[in-house]
Structures are given as C-alpha cells and as structure tokens.
C-alpha cells in the first residue's frame, strides 16, 4: 500500500541543479509528481500547464528572486500552497514573504524528516480543501435549485449566501429532529 496521501504534485525551483536532485530523491516517494527547474520563468510556464499543489522555491536566485517569484505564482495559482527555502532566512525577506502568503519557511540545509514531514503536513492541508470544497459542491447540488455550473460562475460573495443558506436549513433540520426526539 502506498504512504502517498492523494495525486499530489510538487514543485522545487532552485537554481543549484544538485539540491533539486537530492529534494526531488527525497520527496519523490511522498508525492505522485515532482517538477523541477532551476529556472523562475519556467516554473511560471509549469503552473500555467500544470495543477500544483505545493511550491518550494529557493529564496536567492540570480534571475529572479523567490519573493519575487512567489508574488507571480500566487496570481496564476492562489490555491497553491508554498514554502521558501531559503540558506538567507534574514528577518526582512521572511516579513515579505508572510505578507504574500508562505506556509512555511524552511531554512537550508534542513534534516531529512523535518523536510518530508513539512511536504506531507501541506499536501495534508490541501487534501483536506479539496475534500471540503467537494463537500461544499454536493450540499449545494443537493439542497439548493443552483446547479453546479452556475455555482462554480459565482463571486465568492455569492457563493457565501448561497452556503450560509444552505447551513440554515441543515441547522433547522437538526433542531426539528432534536425538538422531535425531546
């Protein structure tokens, strides 16, 4: 039986070729897909093409830095998870990379269990999301006139309404069956 948590995919952008090999080695028994480049523009390229569910990229790079490619990857994927990993963990770049949304900082060189198990508690994380939004999506296929397509157009205020709605309802079916039972 395999220890992999769901189909998950990993990125690692670096620009030292052997750190990618020895991550890539190191994680490839915990996650289905492993893209690796030493290259920023081309991890840009990767995540317009592919679904990934973490990123890990190395802070200092000579084409573009980390935060600077974080800022670029969260818009073309905001529900990707990401980490910096980074031997330059100075106060003023982990500041800036909390502000656009880091799951974890990782300094380098790291102990092998403590990377791995930091790659499983996210991909941990992000099964559960997708559980939750395909929980979501048979609530309001199952209790509400809105089809799914037209669920999936909305704005997320939208959305919102159409959920707290759908928890009222769950809520006075709850109360009914307790005020039954009393």
């Not at 750190?19 to 390229?45: G, Q």
């Not at 790291?110 to 499983?120: E, R, T, V």
């Not at 909305?154 to 005020?179: P, T």
Request: aromatic share 8%; with cysteine; net charge neutral.
């Amino acid at each position: 039986m395999s220890d992999k948590i769901f189909k998950s995919s990993v990125l690692l952008v670096d620009d030292e070729e052997e750190i990618l090999i020895v991550n890539e080695k190191m994680i490839k028994s915990e996650v289905d897909h492993v893209f690796t480049t030493t290259n920023p523009c081309e991890a840009l390229e990767i995540v317009k093409k592919h679904r990934v569910d973490l990123a890990i990229l190395d802070l200092k790079m000579p084409e573009m830095d980390g935060i600077t490619l974080l800022s670029k990857l969260r818009l073309l994927s905001p529900n990707t998870s990401y980490f910096i990993y980074s031997a330059y963990g100075d106060k003023k770049s982990i500041q800036n990379a909390l502000r656009i949304g880091i799951d974890d900082f990782i300094d380098k060189p790291c102990s092998i269990d403590y990377f791995k198990k930091a790659i499983k508690n996210a991909l941990s994380k992000k099964q559960y999301e997708y559980l939750l939004s395909e929980i979501i999506e048979m609530l309001v296929s199952n209790c509400s006139q809105v089809s799914l397509q037209k669920f999936s157009q909305m704005s997320y205020k939208e959305k919102s309404k159409n959920i707290n709605a759908i928890l009222e309802i769950a809520k006075l079916k709850v109360f009914k069956r307790q005020n039954f039972y009393d």
